[in-house]
């Protein structure tokens, strides 16, 4: 089996539908000049129609690939169709990291490294609280409870607009998960030691949600996986009241971290240069 690294140029992508949004080229662009590795990270705008021909060309070799990143809406379906995927991404039922090995598409699931990653660095003791608030139950907030349960959160209070989808992730990740609605926002929050917004509230200037941080702890970091704006209206209240804040964009430029290893063979850093190019 030829390691394609062997060759000069190893070749990693980003695909979803569409992608000319995504951040991802210009990080791992930035690594790859960085590092003075002779690689190329590019996008690939595949339509949901296509992905599966896609990943076949991935697998058999077709593509010039040796794997790449994964959005949206292809998450679900990478996941599924991917050969080797790992416990991260079975228990999210999404993948956004992808690698070839022997003819076979590996897959797993960066977002809560990210997650983790970003905290550890900003919001050092972060994971020394017992007890966290999740706003949202979406695909973000899964990793975002994968990630508190590996760092031993035992009350994990996710609290959505719509309650149903907080019941189900309880039914996935069982009973350290207490799901329940917005009106039960402030009791929740009584005493815990991190809040985390995974929702778009606040994106881009759009709608957001006006939040009494005051039931926390008084040492209680408060997080949010938006990154535009840096510091969210969710993020700026929390500061105003006296809480600890780490912004989302570290969670982006660390998820990205175990792919780039895997592809071009190196361990990049996140650093003040990646920083001020991506926001
Ligand atoms: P992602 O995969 O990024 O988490 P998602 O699956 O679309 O995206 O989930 C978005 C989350 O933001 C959900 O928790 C959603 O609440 P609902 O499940 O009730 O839809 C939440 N959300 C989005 N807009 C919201 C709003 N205006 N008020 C409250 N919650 C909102």
Do not use: C
């Not at 409870?145 to 719509?162: K, S, Y």
């Amino acid at each position: 089996m030829r390691d394609s690294r062997e060759t000069s140029l190893v070749n990693a992508f980003v695909t979803g539908w569409p992608i000319k949004h995504s951040r991802s080229p210009l990080i791992h662009n930035h690594w790859l000049k960085q590092l003075g590795i002779s690689g190329q990270y590019q996008r690939e705008a595949v339509p949901e129609a296509d992905f599966s021909t896609f990943l076949d060309m991935l697998r058999d070799g077709r593509s010039g690939y040796i794997g790449g990143n994964v959005t949206i809406p292809h998450k679900e379906a990478a996941f599924a169709l991917a050969d080797r995927p790992d416990t991260l991404s079975r228990e999210l039922g999404a993948a956004n990291t992808l690698w070839v090995e022997d003819g076979l598409i590996h897959a797993t699931n960066t977002d809560g490294y990210g997650f983790k990653a970003n905290l550890d660095e900003r919001g050092p003791g972060w994971d020394d609280a017992r007890r966290a608030v999740v706003l949202g139950a979406g695909g973000a907030s899964r990793a975002v409870i994968q990630a508190l349960r590996d760092r031993g959160f035992e009350e994990i209070h996710v609290i959505n607009r719509t309650v149903s989808r907080a019941e189900e992730l309880a039914r996935v990740f069982g009973e350290t998960v207490k799901p329940s609605g917005l009106s039960n926002l402030s009791q929740a929050m009584a005493g815990a030691g991190l809040f985390v917004n995974t929702t778009s509230l606040g994106m881009d200037g759009g709608e957001t949600l006006a939040i009494d941080f005051s039931p926390l702890a008084p040492d209680a970091v408060v997080t949010d996986i938006v990154y535009a704006p840096l510091k969210t209206p969710l993020l700026a209240e929390a500061e105003a009241q006296g809480f600890r804040i780490v912004d989302g964009l570290g969670m982006l430029l660390h998820q990205a971290v175990p792919g780039f290893e895997k592809w071009f063979g190196q361990r990049p850093v996140v650093d003040q240069a990646l920083r001020d190019l991506v926001i």
